[in-house]
């Protein structure tokens, strides 16, 4: 596979990310244009932001996502339900291989309000040392023993998005 690279066109850019194998996963195949394309299901979508930040838009915005997707409903090609489903997402994150991953969707399934037995999966597979859970900014000193992880941004900034 090629490294990472991006594009633009008028109407858009894109960057086109690599992917390990193991990670490709939790896509659909749709017809656009009368063109087969694959789009990830929300899970996947939100798994992808939260693994790659940098081109998901921060970590604002997977809290956000997260946040929202409690009383929003999805067209999948299972057919439409409401909200996330949180053991797809959990048995997801379990797939993608990253203990740091595992350690910030825990942390913000709790935060969100999402946190119910399953959470406790991510436990389990988090991360062994302290990670980041914005691994953009440095760290700070507070740590959440729970999912191993360096709280380096506060609640307010997490949900300053709520404010506007």
């Known amino acids: 596979t090629s490294p990472d690279r991006a594009d633009s066109y008028p109407s858009a850019t894109w960057t ?3 992917l390990q194998p193991h990670k490709f996963f939790g896509y ?3 017809l656009y244009a009368d063109l087969p ?3 990830a299901e929300p ?3 939100v798994l992808d932001s939260l693994d790659h930040l ?3 838009g921060g970590i604002q915005v997977v809290t956000k996502a997260l946040w929202r ?3 929003r409903t999805f067209d999948t090609s299972e057919g439409t339900r409401e909200g996330l489903d949180i053991a797809k997402l959990i048995q997801y994150a379990k797939a993608m291989r ?3 991953l595992s350690s910030r969707l825990g942390y913000l399934l709790t935060l969100t309000e999402q946190a119910r037995e399953e959470v406790k999966e991510l436990e389990k597979h988090g991360s062994a040392s302290p990670v980041r859970l914005d691994p953009t900014l440095p760290p700070n000193s507070k740590l959440d023993r729970r999912f191993n992880l360096n709280v380096n941004v506060s609640y307010e900034q997490l949900f300053d998005w709520r404010r506007s």
Do not use: D, M, P
């Open 28 to 30: 659909q195949k749709i």
């Open 43 to 45: 899970e996947k979508a």
């Open 37 to 39: 394309v694959l789009i």
């Open 98 to 100: 990253n203990r740091s």
């Open 69 to 71: 997707s409690r009383t």
């Open 54 to 56: 940098e081109y998901g």
């Open 16 to 18: 086109a990310v690599r």
